[in-house]
């Protein structure tokens, strides 16, 4: 099994951004697929996650409507767009999946991270 996330880079506070998370090696609908982050001296920390088909979304409050999560099962891959991004944004972003939406419950697969900077 392969997560591949990619999409980060350097972008300017305010500006916007889309990572990609490309699975294989799984069956992708079966899997609620999530966006973690993890900031220089802090924990890895949630972002969002969207369900099997994409009806149900959640986000952290950090993030709540400035970022938007969503999937396309076809091509089993999950996006993360990030809008009115802060500097605070600026971390190694993490996609997951996993069996069930609790936000607590351990992950089953992770991909690499990919790296995020949102300048001042």
């Known amino acids: 099994v392969q997560l591949q996330a990619s999409g980060g880079g350097l972008v300017q506070a305010g500006g916007s951004l889309r990572l990609s998370c490309t699975a294989s090696g799984l069956t992708f609908s079966s899997y609620v697929m999530v966006w973690l982050r993890q900031a220089p001296g802090k924990e890895r920390e949630f972002v969002a996650h969207?369900?099997?088909?994409?009806?149900?979304?959640t986000y952290a409050d950090s993030v709540k409507g400035r970022f938007t999560i969503s999937r396309d099962n076809a091509k089993n891959t999950a996006y993360l767009q990030m809008n009115s991004l802060k500097p605070e944004d600026t971390a190694v972003y993490y996609c997951?999946?996993?069996?069930?939406?609790?936000?607590?419950?351990?992950?089953?697969?992770w991909g690499q991270g990919t790296q995020f900077t949102v300048s001042s």
């Open positions: 997951a999946a996993k069996s069930n939406l609790r936000i607590t419950s351990p992950y089953d697969y």
């Open positions: 969207i369900s099997w088909g994409g009806g149900t979304t």
